[in-house]
């Protein structure tokens, strides 16, 4: 039973893992992306971008423990950026 549990646990930590790298995939995608439409839009659009930016709440820290769910965990995150804020952080059960 404690092997089939520790499995178990060692499983949910690699999927969680695997979801950590693949969101810092997609944020590494979106700061590429957004150089690029800088380029095209020119710098107008660039500092309005960036005003928006400064504009978001960094004192308010959301964090998730231990998702299971990962379309949660992304209409979290959505949430999170439609309220303005910036500070997201995962935190293993385990560790907490």
């Not at 944020?27 to 500092?47: D, F, H, I, K, P």
């Amino acid at each position: 039973h404690e092997t089939y549990q520790s499995d178990a646990q060692s499983d949910a930590k690699t999927s969680e893992e695997f979801a950590a790298k693949k969101v810092m995939e997609r944020l590494e995608r979106l700061e590429r992306l957004a150089c690029v439409l800088a380029q095209l839009a020119g710098e107008r659009w660039a500092s309005n971008v960036e005003e928006v930016l400064q504009r978001k709440v960094n004192s308010v820290a959301i964090v998730l423990e231990r998702p299971c769910n990962l379309r949660n965990a992304w209409t979290v995150l959505r949430t999170v950026d439609a309220f303005g804020l910036v500070q997201v952080e995962l935190v293993d059960g385990d560790d907490a």
